[in-house]
């Protein structure tokens, strides 16, 4: 009976849910509220922060600063690049810390560290944005804001009073937000000196050590300690306004500044051969020294005269003593037309012994080729006094600064005098009526100095330097500076037309030694100009 009982109770039970279940469903499908509305759909912006919180939890900061770009080619470059960089990293990381280990570890009477294994995992850390400034300094700040959710594989043995326990720290997370700058910027690869590293916020850094499989992290208080330590340690070495400084090249010979002076007296030239089919010719001289942009010197004309005699005397900067040369063209004058070259040559400033005067007679030839049978012709000769004055220890630049903005002159500028040097950065918005081919020009105690012009374009940028030595600083004076256009098209009704002009007052950089600013131009709708001054004594 009891059996029979039971048999009838599950049996019961299974109908029962069956039923039920079967029930249920027609229920749910054809009984339904006709009440039911659609669902209100709203774009993004006109939703409420909770909202927005909810829907999207982690904002990445170029949606939440709009001056911050979308860096996600970098982050698919890292993606694609990091098993390399992870090796590479590693292997710096090792040749720096253990030298540095080794020499820390007796005070501390262990044996020895070393690094069992060191890979930095298969997670790269991503950028979430960043933020580029420009300004008139010649260099470039980078903000990004980057996380790394890392899974190295570290693992560091201490050898210590006959034991050697294994080290392991795992799930790293560094979150930061730093300052970077390259500074200053050069022409010679990769194009910047120094970078300069600063953080602008303390940063965010988790992980987990186990010391024989277990957390060193679970034990209370020790976790919360370690983070303010790391956290006030690395914000007391590099939050900003303190910086960690990487030299990436010497200033002074990327930025090829100035390294001594070169003085030059043109005393008179002999046996000239005539270019002219009348009379005698009109010679003058030309210096220049070679890989340089700056203006050549030029001596007066001696008009029809074979032997002519200057007795004048120039100086012209030097850069790089090992390449460069002097060199000097003797041309004949012409009123029209081009002036007809009677000769030239060159002194390598190598050949030359620093602060020792030397007189040259040299042979004036069609080239520098010295395969040129052209050369055996007798073309006269030209004699000079050269010396090189290269500068002292005290004059040369010892960092960034002091390359950018040298405040001594070199030997032989005129006492109570100094060298004022104008260096010409780039335009903008500079817009021409009936053509946009910019040059500069500089005007100043009746010399003019000219930029190469920029074709067709109205951002030009020159970087072109020009000095004036003057016998007393220019603390009354103005000097004016011009962009003009010129185009060499024929018909052309305005062949030249000036694109503003800015007069500025010396005073200030007598003052300050160095001014850079950007001048809005006169007579122009938008145009603007980048100009760097110096002004540098022998005192």
């Not at 048999?7 to 079967?22: D, E, K, Q, R």
């Not at 991503?126 to 903000?143: L, P």
Request: net charge negative.
């Amino acid at each position: 009976m009891g059996i029979i009982s039971a048999i009838a109770g599950a049996f019961g039970f299974g109908i029962g849910i069956t039923l039920g279940l079967v029930i249920g469903y027609f229920l749910f499908i054809f009984i339904q509220s006709s009440d039911v509305e659609n669902p209100e759909i709203k774009p993004l912006v006109d939703q409420d922060e909770p909202t927005l919180q909810r829907m999207f939890p982690e904002i990445p900061i170029w949606v939440k600063n709009p001056d911050h770009d979308r860096v996600d080619w970098l982050n698919k470059f890292l993606e694609l690049m990091w098993p390399y960089l992870d090796k590479a990293i590693c292997k710096t990381v090792l040749a720096t810390v253990e030298p540095m280990i080794k020499e820390q570890t007796p005070q501390y009477k262990i044996d020895e560290v070393e690094f069992d294994s060191l890979t930095l995992g298969s997670l790269p850390p991503t950028f979430q944005g960043m933020k580029v400034y420009t300004t008139d300094e010649k260099e470039i700040i980078m903000e990004p804001s980057f996380k790394w959710a890392a899974n190295p594989n570290i693992h560091v043995g201490v050898k210590a009073f006959g034991l050697r326990p294994t080290i392991q720290i795992v799930d790293l997370q560094v979150f930061a937000s730093p300052r970077i700058t390259l500074k200053p910027l050069v022409p010679t690869f990769p194009c910047f000196c120094k970078i300069l590293v600063s953080l602008m916020d303390k940063p965010h850094v988790d992980f987990g050590v186990k010391l024989i499989g277990a957390d060193l992290m679970s034990i209370p208080g020790l976790y919360g300690f370690v983070q303010e330590l790391i956290k006030d340690q690395v914000a007391n070495m590099y939050l900003w306004p303190k910086v960690l400084e990487v030299a990436i090249l010497d200033p002074t010979k990327a930025m090829k500044r100035p390294v001594g002076m070169l003085n030059v007296k043109v005393v008179k030239a002999m046996k000239l051969k005539k270019k002219d089919l009348l009379g005698a010719s009109d010679p003058y001289a030309k210096l220049t020294l070679t890989d340089d942009k700056l203006p050549s010197k030029k001596t007066t004309v001696k008009h029809k005269n074979l032997n002519p005699e200057w007795n004048e005397e120039f100086n012209l900067v030097v850069k790089d003593p090992e390449v460069q040369a002097l060199e000097i063209m003797v041309f004949d004058w012409e009123s029209v037309g081009k002036h007809d070259k009677m000769g030239m040559n060159r002194v390598p400033l190598k050949d030359l012994t620093p602060e020792e005067p030397k007189t040259l007679t040299l042979d004036l030839l069609k080239n520098m080729d010295p395969k040129d049978s052209h050369n055996d012709k007798s073309r006269g000769q030209i004699v000079v006094e050269v010396m090189y004055k290269p500068f002292g220890e005290d004059q040369m630049p010892t960092d960034v600064e002091e390359v950018s903005a040298m405040q001594k002159a070199p030997v032989g500028t005129p006492e109570g005098g100094g060298l004022l040097v104008v260096i010409i950065h780039e335009g903008e918005d500079l817009e021409g009526k009936h053509h946009t081919n910019p040059s500069v020009r500089v005007l100043f105690h009746g010399e003019e100095k000219r930029t190469k012009p920029m074709k067709k374009t109205r951002d030009p940028r020159w970087e072109e330097e020009f000095t004036f030595t003057l016998e007393e600083p220019p603390t009354n004076e103005k000097m004016h500076i011009e962009v003009v256009s010129t185009s060499k098209r024929m018909g052309l009704i305005h062949p030249k037309e000036s694109l503003g002009y800015v007069d500025i007052s010396l005073a200030d950089v007598v003052n300050n030694k160095r001014i850079n600013e950007k001048y809005h131009l006169i007579d122009s709708k938008n145009g603007r100009l980048q100009v760097e001054l110096h002004w540098r004594t022998s005192g």
